[in-house]
């Protein structure tokens, strides 16, 4: 669906009324829906789906999965935390997982961002090279 920049702009404008303190504000994006599907403005349905886009790219901008061998002891999963907490800012949601198929080492993704230093990528770039 086509969204007309009019309605872009009110929604970037919607999006940034929701962040706070760097940190997306999910009681303020409950409201805002509400208001603007109460208040049916003019393409308030491009506005919205605009808007839910937004949010969906923040969320996803802030949720990191971090998947390893084996389980990870919880020192190394706090020092892992700290050090994705430095590199981009407090409230990263963060959850480890477990995928033997990795053979060691760990796969990191934050967003569209991925730190892959398992045996199993080490492994494909050999036989690449190859």
């Known amino acids: ?56 790219l923040e969320v996803e901008r802030r949720t990191a999965r971090v998947e390893s061998a084996v389980v990870l002891s919880p020192e190394l999963q706090a020092d892992v935390k700290n050090k994705l907490s430095r590199l981009y800012g407090q409230g990263l949601n963060i959850s480890f997982a477990q995928n033997p198929a990795l053979l060691g080492g760990l796969r990191i993704k934050v967003g569209s961002d991925v730190y892959d230093g398992s045996v199993q990528a080490r492994l494909e770039s050999l036989v690449e090279s190859f």
């Open 1 to 56: 669906m086509k969204v007309s920049k009019q309605a872009r702009r009110e929604a970037k404008e919607l999006f940034r009324t929701v962040i706070v303190n760097g940190v997306l504000d999910e009681n303020r994006v409950r409201q805002i829906v509400g208001k603007v599907a109460e208040a049916k403005p003019r393409g308030y349905f491009e506005i919205l789906s605009h808007f839910q886009r937004l949010v969906k």
